[in-house]
C-alpha cells in the first residue's frame, strides 16, 4: 500500500494546481509538515526531559 503525504499537503497542492497548472507544490507543503513533525518531536523530548 503506498504511503499518501498528508491531507494538509495535499489540499494545498491541488488548490495550487487549480490555481495555476504549472504550480506543483507538494514536495514544500511536505517539507513543511515534515518540519513540523520534527520540532514536535523535539519539543517533547526537552519537555520529558524536564519532567524525568
Not at 499518501?4 to 513543511?32: C, G, W
Amino acid at each position: 500500500m503506498p504511503r499518501l503525504p498528508p491531507v494538509a499537503s495535499r489540499i494545498a497542492n491541488e488548490i495550487a494546481i487549480k490555481h495555476d497548472l504549472s504550480n506543483h507544490l507538494l514536495q514544500y507543503a511536505m517539507a513543511s509538515n515534515i518540519s513540523g513533525v520534527i520540532g514536535s518531536a523535539v519539543a517533547g523530548g526537552v519537555l520529558i526531559s524536564f519532567l524525568g
